[in-house]
């Protein structure tokens, strides 16, 4: 009897990782990922903490490996729409969205996207730069093929005219495709909250002022920049840059924010920071924290190095406001050093706020789809927080990666849970749920 | 070297609006963000919930510390523990004041509410103006219902009033 | 839609041209007021830093006068807001606070029960009346009108009890927008205009509003419009009493929200209304007045 297969929603690290394990005993995958590529967040990242590896380098390997293996099937630019059944037997529709490209004729040579004549915000590189409307979302993308927006096509046909492999097709449609699967993963991690949010560090205002993402993305050479950490606002080199730590984490007010600690945020920042050091060596760069959290593995040796050889300055307090010179496009951060007690306030060429990781805005939607329980936050409950903790509230359904919240949260964490959740359904094809 | 009150904070986090000051983290935020922090250095909100919180009571309640605050309530919108730091303000302004601490502006107010019903009351002129205009005299004081009430809640007496 | 109307100590006192521009524009939008018989003092924040008990039972008698109505709360200024949206909500969430404040309550006659909502002016002109209906009744459109609006602190803060009435401050922006005037962004807007120091440590109240001037005069704007009496105090008369204090004049004209909304709907303010003005609102508004 052929062994029932799998459905991995989320092709995260967390979903790669789960997709390769099942895989590699033999096991049929289906990795559905909403976006064109595989590869989330990581995808994103410049360096991992706290090694300083290469994100993308450790992470092609792997994606490359999906896409080869025999028994995975990538279903990209993919959404999960409707489940039923039970486990050992989900009848799961998938809608594959048309990318308005025939993938087994594209070659990925991007002449389309030379000629394309519309520009739109890219949201691989958090809408700091632009990319066209065909588009390959990132340089290792997989599959390596185009995508074409329709809703910012201009409909001038110009990329199918060019194409070499005649794998342009406007025509497409969108395609329905019905899985029999014997267990679900949920990998779909994480969302930044949005600091807008927070008026008074004027995000959204003041274009020196961005998040950790924007400025990984800053720091990529595959990124808007080439790589090279540059003032939004003017393309100056910014020779100041503070950190603001637990924006919209650790906020009990309610009405904003989420009251648990996102965290990675404090070894992201110290990474970042590190890394903007690199860049720019003689750079000013402080840190403002409530409480400095380096747990784990090589971590607190990481956060000494970064004071004692990287220079960075540490500061305990949490800034109150933000305000920009609007000549210089200065920013002004004003805090109370609770060290020194003193009032004062200090100017910045570049701020980076730190925020809050949330679930995936849309991830409340798909729960209801699987009809799986989520937490007052939109993290995906385990069916036994100590106990069981990568399988949902429905048997036969599990979750790894951020998704399940933020006691995971860094890289090994979430590859160690999409191994867990395939370790779980591996059980559940031999038998055992 | 002043003495420790180590009841104090409790003191405070039982007096109404006061129960913030148990879940202060000193992070700074509220005093990053004072408007009259940034005038004096004798105002700081931090500064004042760990006075609080080490029992510097002495420090506080006969001194002019409380009386700086504007109730804008930023410090106690920009809070993450949620805000009821900045109530505690109140709190300890409801302390002094039983000690005699009150200044003599706020005072002013209070006999004019137990007085009349009102903080601020029109003038003769201002009435006659009024009536010119064709507005009513503002609406009528309830100044027995206030009298009573007030003294029910024994004002006078914590304010001190011979 | 009626409402209990209260206005407090100061208006009646001072700033009667702000009860009569509203008396003229809210019922023309259909908003009808019906005055409260009896009233006391809502105890603002001086009086809440003498006394907890007495701030409740001193608001709530107020809260009770409406109750007997049947109607919802309006008022004008953000310290009666404050004082009695506080005072409504606590005892609304608290029966054990409730029970106590009904105890002092019942020396006169009087008891909570939770029936009825205070509210803002600005609250009842975005959410009851709406700003697209203001706009079909503004006929003489202030356009090219550059204001600086302050909200004011107890208009919109603690966020956790106002966030569902005011969505912040952007309602009174857009409320100046229908008049036609374009309401400019500046830095710190949230910030106090320095009137409750008043009294207490006028140096600081002044400097404060010194600091909230700068704030507005660096964003060029014209005028300065306000929804609570105290701010236009401290923003008015303040402007003199800076210029004697720091010799430095600003020229913000500062109207009252519904005088500028009375003009934007054709009516005109009478001379005594517009000499009460400390800074002159004729170099801004010629030809409007």
């Known amino acids: ?433 | 070297m002043s003495s420790l009150d180590s009841d104090f904070m409790h003191e405070v986090a039982n007096t109404p609006r006061g129960r913030g000051v148990l879940t202060c983290i000193q992070c700074g935020r509220c005093s990053s963000s004072c408007p009259v922090a940034r005038l004096t250095t004798e105002h700081n909100p931090r500064r004042l919930m760990e006075m609080i919180i080490l029992g510097l009571r002495s420090e506080i309640l006969p001194t002019q510390l409380p009386w700086y605050c504007l109730s804008c309530f930023t410090c106690l919108d920009r809070c993450p523990q949620g805000g009821d730091v900045g109530e505690a303000m109140f709190a300890i302004r409801n302390l002094a004041v039983r000690e005699g601490n009150v200044p003599e502006g706020i005072v002013i107010q209070a006999r004019s509410l137990i007085d009349t019903g009102r903080v601020v009351n029109p003038t003769r002129m201002a009435l006659l103006e009024r009536e010119k205009l064709g507005l009513d005299k503002g609406p009528s004081t309830a100044t027995e219902d206030v009298q009573k009430i007030l003294k029910r809640t024994k004002l006078d007496k914590k304010i001190g009033r011979r | 839609m009626k409402h209990a109307f209260y206005l407090g100590c100061l208006i009646p006192a001072r700033e009667f041209s702000y009860e009569v521009s509203v008396r003229k524009v809210l019922p023309a939008l259909g908003v009808e007021l019906v005055n409260m018989e009896g009233t006391n003092c809502c105890a603002p924040f001086s009086i809440q830093s003498l006394d907890y008990a007495s701030w409740m039972a001193l608001a709530a008698r107020n809260l009770c006068i409406a109750e007997e109505m049947g109607l919802d709360i309006l008022t004008l200024c953000n310290d009666c807001y404050e004082s009695l949206l506080m005072v409504n909500t606590i005892l609304k969430e608290k029966p054990e606070v409730k029970d106590q404040v009904n105890e002092v309550l019942s020396e006169v006659g009087k008891e909570f029960k939770g029936t009825i909502d205070v509210k803002h002016m600005v609250d009842v002109l975005y959410d009851d009346v709406g700003v697209d209906k203001i706009k079909d009744a503004v006929s003489e459109p202030f356009k090219g009108l550059k204001v600086a609006t302050q909200p004011g602190c107890h208009l919109t803060k603690p966020k956790r009890i106002h966030f569902g009435a005011v969505r912040g401050f952007r309602a009174l922006d857009e409320l100046v927008r229908a008049t036609g005037a374009e309401s400019i962004e500046y830095d710190r807007k949230e910030m106090c205009c320095g009137g409750p120091l008043r009294g207490v440590n006028d140096e600081f109240a002044r400097q404060v509003a010194r600091l909230k001037l700068i704030n507005i005069k660096n964003a060029g704007v014209q005028c300065i419009v306000t929804v609570c009496p105290f701010c236009y105090v401290e923003l008015d008369l303040g402007q003199l009493e800076i210029k004697r204090h720091f010799k430095e004049e600003y020229n913000l004209p500062v109207l009252h929200f519904a005088e500028l909304l009375r003009m934007a709907m054709g009516m005109k303010l009478e001379d005594w209304e517009i000499k009460s003005h400390k800074i002159p609102l004729n170099q801004v508004l010629k030809g409007r007045l």
């Open chain 1, 1 to 433: 009897m052929e062994q029932p297969a799998v459905l991995i929603i989320g092709g995260g690290i967390s979903g790669i990782q789960a997709s390769l394990d099942l895989a590699s005993r033999g096991i049929k995958v289906y990795l559905v990922e909403k976006s064109p590529s595989i590869g989330g967040r990581m995808a994103q990242l410049d360096k991992t903490f706290p090694t300083m590896d290469c994100s993308i380098c450790i992470l092609a390997p792997k994606m490359i490996d999906c896409a080869h293996h025999p028994n995975v099937q990538l279903l990209t630019y993919s959404e999960v729409k409707e489940v039923k059944g039970a486990v050992g037997n989900f009848v799961v529709k998938v809608l594959k969205k048309p990318r308005y490209v025939d993938e087994t004729k594209c070659t990925g040579c991007g002449i389309c996207a030379d000629h394309c004549p519309a520009e739109v915000p890219n949201e691989f590189d958090e809408k700091l730069g632009m990319r066209k409307a065909i588009y390959m979302p990132f340089p290792q993308a997989v599959p390596r093929v185009v995508t074409v927006d329709k809703e910012n096509c201009l409909e001038c046909g110009l990329c199918e005219k060019v194409c070499g492999a005649k794998a342009v097709n406007l025509e497409q449609q969108p395609e329905e495709i019905e899985l029999n699967v014997g267990s679900i993963i949920v990998a779909t991690g994480f969302d930044l909250f949005d600091p807008s949010e927070i008026p008074v560090y004027g995000y959204g205002r003041y274009k020196d002022v961005i998040t950790a993402m924007e400025l990984e993305r800053l720091l990529c050479a595959s990124g808007p920049t080439g790589g090279h950490l540059i003032r939004p606002s003017d393309g100056k080199i910014p020779k100041s840059i503070a950190f603001i730590q637990c924006v919209g984490s650790r906020d009990r007010r309610g009405w904003i924010g989420n009251a648990y600690c996102s965290s990675i945020c404090c070894k992201y920042a110290v990474k970042d920071a590190v890394l903007v050091r690199e860049h720019i060596p003689d750079a000013r760069v402080s840190i403002f924290y409530i409480d400095l959290r380096a747990f784990g593995r090589g971590f607190q040796e990481f956060l000494n190095r970064a004071k004692t050889e990287y220079g960075i300055r540490f500061v305990r307090s949490s800034p109150g406001e933000i305000v920009e010179d609007p000549v210089t496009k200065s920013l002004t951060l004003w805090y109370e050093d609770t060290a020194t007690r003193s009032i004062q306030n200090l100017m910045f060429d570049l701020v980076v706020l730190c925020a809050a990781l949330i679930p995936r805005r849309d991830v409340k939607d798909l729960a209801k789809v699987l009809g799986i329980e989520v937490d007052q936050y939109g993290f995906l409950k385990a069916s036994g927080a100590i106990t069981h903790p990568v399988d949902t509230t429905v048997p036969g359904i599990f979750a790894s990666g951020y998704c399940l919240g933020p006691k995971t949260g860094d890289v090994p964490d979430s590859i160690m849970q999409g191994s867990a959740a395939a370790s779980r359904v591996a059980e559940v094809i031999a038998g055992r749920v």
